[in-house]
């Protein structure tokens, strides 16, 4: 995601990432696998890491006040869907 952008730009880029790669991950690499390997939950759980990692690090910075409610609502509201 792109850096330059705006934090809500780069927070719906990033959703947008998410959704499409396990759709990806969903219709074309997961069904390669053995049923029992879980391979959608591998990826889903992989994502999950590298995602909190990002956001731990988005709230780590000195962020403007609308820039962390913007972060907190995405991440209640956005991030579960």
Sequence with gaps: ????????????????RVVGDLGVVRSHVA??????????GVYARGYQR???QHLVALARRDLP??????LLDWHRNTYPR
């Excluded at 069904?31 to 959608?40: C, Q, T, V």
């Excluded at 006040?65 to 913007?70: A, E, I, Q, T």
């Design 1 to 16: 995601v792109a850096t330059g952008m705006g934090l809500g730009a780069r927070l719906g880029a990033l959703s947008g």
């Design 65 to 70: 006040v609308p820039d962390l409610y913007l």
């Design 50 to 52: 590298a995602l909190a």
């Design 31 to 40: 069904p390669m696998y053995p049923p029992s390997y879980g391979a959608l």
